[in-house]
């Protein structure tokens, strides 16, 4: 399968498409920047009572409850809600699920009481949403026993959703076809933000690109190569950071042609990670 990665941030460059956050607190300035590098448009708009006033603006709506509180779930419902009426994506992260009841309750109810489009996190996290009992530590993945692609498939479809596994290897999947995303370094890891911002970066990319698990993808491989590029030329974690946003804004067609590690297959109902 062909992906066209340097196509879909060309469109982002031109379109400059709005990205609306309701975020991690912890994280927000870097998923506004990051969104910027890339040429998109990033808002943080976090009130109740303005929430659908912005997705109106918006080409896609980003939720991340790595910071949350039941009145912020409440804002991402009337946000979510509101994108479903315009018909802009909405892209959830997970961040967390697994950790406490309460997130597993909050995330349960958004994807119960809205249209969530995309639903991303780390293997954990989604492994809990699909209904195994592992403990997330904090934000950070916990071992999953079993295939994580056939899991990933089987919640897409049980979801009708794309689902995006981030890890050493990255996976998208809609159900019927599965991206194995190879690009990044393992400094990524050890920078607090990587996994919020790979999130906003798949939300420019959706806001450009209908078929959601190419969007992923893309974006993936787009901050993967980055991250490639920036570990290259830092001294640690604190320049890495600084290095990411300038590679993303200087990211070229024959730089990711020559990067990207990016293998998709069509899955079939029988055997769901098989080509």
Known sequence: MNLDTFLLLTRIREKRPVVHHLTNWVTIY???QVVKVLGASPVMAHAREEVADMVALAHSLVLNLGTLTPELVEAMKLAAR???A???PVVLD???VGATPLRDQKCLELLEEARIDLLKGNASEVA??????VQTRGVDSAPVAGDLAELSVRLARERHLV?????P???VTDGAVLWRVRNGDPIMAQVVGTGCMATSVIGAFAAVEQDLATAAAAALVCFGVAGECAARGCLGPGSFKECLYDYLYHLDGPTLERMQKAEGCAVSTSSPTAP
């Open 94 to 96: 997970a961040c967390g």
């Open 169 to 171: 290897e990255d996976l």
């Open 128 to 133: 809990r949403l699909a209904g195994k009992a």
């Open 86 to 88: 315009r018909g802009i």
């Open 163 to 167: 689902v995006v596994v981030t890890g």
């Open 30 to 32: 870097d998923c506004a």
């Open 82 to 84: 509101a994108a479903n």
